[in-house]
């Protein structure tokens, strides 16, 4: 779909937001010198406005249940684009959440997310996240969590209207929360694949330190990546390393650090290495928070 229709959504839902119980604009504003270097070209450098986004959520809380409306589109200044990014209704209670539409997928967010340690290369910065979809159309998603013990979620990918089947894929995650972090297990069946895919990750903290882990596994490992990161004051350094496992897959190594100068604002410097292919990344940036 073409940048007008998203824009235009996203107008046309402004007033029904302004008149609900609460209701703000979310997004990310990210501007970004890249650079660039391969076996045989020069490097050169280029500015992009990727990974930038703007939204709006509603909530309504009704008898302790919170009712929950989110519009999302990606948007590329630069580029002169913009795309759907998020688009739903959840309903939220003390021990259970349910959403339907098009939502961040549960694999992204518990498996990627925690890898995910640089800034400039949004769904592309570690091995795993190459093989998972950020987003889905039509997901219906339920979520129980106690942050005593742990959680489960369950994910179901509905096929278009013109489709002879029902169901396109489904995925569950269960996994533990700890003083230290957090540890996950997932699954994901899509009805397209005979075998399913296996993920695990692991959040891991102890003071000024983290370290990040991802694995996925279908009939042979496909990928993985683990990381680390170190925060003194507000200047968070970053390392990781991370391998995609199938033939002709990609190696890297990456390192960097983001200065924290608020919640919502920072910059940042990141360099990333592909040995086999000899490419050299390098993003300077800074990243505003609504």
Known sequence: MQKPFYLAALAVALPAVANATDSRFTGQIQVQGNYQETDGEDGKWSLATRHSWLGIEAVEAINGTRYVGVAEADVDPLEDSASARQFYLGLEQALYEVRAGRITTLEYNYLAEPV????????????????????????????????????????WQLEDEDASDTLAAWTVVTGLYTAEGQASLSYHQDETQDAGRWGL??????????????????????????????????????????????????????????????????????????????????????????
């Open 116 to 155: 995910s340690l640089m800034q400039g290369t949004g769904a592309d910065s570690s091995a795993v996240g190459q093989y998972l979809d950020p987003f889905a159309d039509r997901l219906v998603q339920l979520e129980l969590s106690s942050r005593e013990a742990g959680f489960f979620a369950a994910e």
């Open 201 to 290: 990750s692991l959040r891991w903290a102890d003071g000024p330190w983290a370290l990040s882990a991802a694995y996925l596994f279908r009939e042979d490992p496909l990928a993985w990546d683990i990381g680390v990161d170190y925060q003194t004051g507000q200047i968070v350094s970053k390392f990781a390393y991370g391998q995609d496992e199938t033939p002709g897959g990609v190696e890297y190594w990456s390192a960097g650090f983001e200065q924290l100068f608020t919640v919502n604002v920072n910059n940042f410097f990141e360099v990333r290495w592909q040995p086999e292919d000899e490419i050299l990344l390098g993003q300077v940036g800074f990243q505003l928070r609504l």
